[in-house]
């Protein structure tokens, strides 16, 4: 236990955190909502990576280790992600992504 916290709790919020971030990513229409809800999925997965590691193997550090890459990978992609959003919102002045059929000029 983490303080009297126990694993059921860390991975109830984690589950939760998953099917909402899958919820947002296929209800919603706009681009910049799928990329949060993109981000939310990631750092549910980040989450068990953090709860399994200190539960299982509290004096090892490779939870940490991943969720640090995966926090690195999830930067990078929101980083991407947002500067295709503003380049297909200059071309085509909207983000609606049934409208977005092709990226040509």
């Known amino acids: 236990m983490i303080q009297g916290i126990p ?11 998953f099917f909402v971030g899958i919820m947002g990513f296929i209800i919603r229409q706009n681009l910049i909502t799928i990329l949060l809800s993109v981000e939310l999925i990631l750092n549910a997965v980040v989450l068990n990576f953090l709860v399994f590691n200190r539960y299982l193997f509290p004096h090892h550090l490779q939870g940490q280790f991943f969720g640090l890459f995966i ?34 000029y």
């Open 71 to 104: 926090i690195g990978v999830a930067a990078a992609e929101a980083s991407m992600a947002i500067a295709l959003i503003i380049n297909i919102y200059r071309r085509m002045r909207h983000i609606d992504p049934d409208k977005i059929r092709e990226m040509k």
């Open 7 to 17: 694993i059921t709790h860390f991975l109830v919020v984690s589950v939760i955190m």
